[in-house]
């Protein structure tokens, strides 16, 4: 059976996650870049991005608290560990103590 590691090495150009892939099999990874491009291309007149400066800067300060404090730290991290019962431990301790943290200290910040 292949690792998580080889299965993402096989099916991205990029070897990051996540992957939004266009129909012209453009792989664009960076979850904020990606958000970016989403809200450019497909958003019109939809204002999906807040225009208040200091809106916007708050909601790209939770993105990136998310990102940072989160996801890189208690999900990529433990990505590519050999599965096994550390890396189930991991994940366990990730979303029942860790995701509980990181989404009261969200609910802090996010009026």
Partial sequence: MATD??????????????????DDGT??????AIFNYIVDTYGGDHNLT???PLVRYN?????????DD?????????MFLPD???????FA??????W??????LGRRVP
């Fill in 84 to 90: 096994g019962e550390e890396k189930k431990a991991k």
């Fill in 27 to 32: 792989q664009l990874a960076q979850s904020q």
């Fill in 50 to 52: 807040p225009t208040d």
């Fill in 100 to 105: 509980p943290k990181t989404a009261a200290h």
């Fill in 70 to 78: 989160f996801v890189m730290k208690h999900i990529m991290a433990n």
């Fill in 5 to 22: 590691r080889e299965v993402l090495i096989a099916n991205t150009s990029t070897f990051r996650k996540p992957i939004f892939e266009l």
């Fill in 59 to 67: 909601a790209e300060c939770t993105v990136a608290v998310l990102h």
């Fill in 93 to 98: 301790n990730a979303i029942g103590v860790e």
